[in-house]
Nanobody, 126 residues
């Protein structure tokens, strides 16, 4: 069992930055591929970024490539999402998730993930 807690969301002006954190507890954090997803009102949940167990490999959705950076600190059992040049269309609830098993890379669909955080709201004003 893994517990995930997101933090760092908030209200920011377009062009601004936020850094989300996802703190994990429970089983060994480094055993999990980790991902960030987001869901805007009335829309489906979409993958934002994924990071491998070691942190060497990453994946980004086209919509955030070049603006967002995913990273992890396995010693601190924490994953991060640095979000720069934020746009109003980035407004959503952001979720972190952990995938314990699988050979698919990158795991971009939600069903690959075993554990989810409660989400943190990010609102970008124009």
């Amino acid at each position: 069992q893994v517990q995930l807690v997101e933090s760092g969301g908030g209200l920011v002006q377009a062009g601004g930055s936020l850094r989300l954190s996802c703190a994990a507890s429970g089983r060994t954090f480094s055993s999990y591929v980790m991902g960030w997803f987001r869901q805007a009102p009335g829309k489906e949940r979409d993958v934002v970024a994924v990071i491998s167990k070691s942190g060497i490999s990453t994946y980004y959705a086209d919509s955030v490539k070049g603006r967002f950076t995913i990273s992890r600190d396995n010693a601190q059992s924490t994953m991060y999402l640095q979000m720069n040049s934020l746009k109003p269309e980035d407004t959503a609830v952001y979720y972190c998730a952990a995938a314990g098993y699988g050979r698919t890379w990158p795991p971009t669909e939600g069903y690959f993930y075993d554990y989810w955080g409660q989400g943190t709201q990010v609102t970008v004003n124009s």
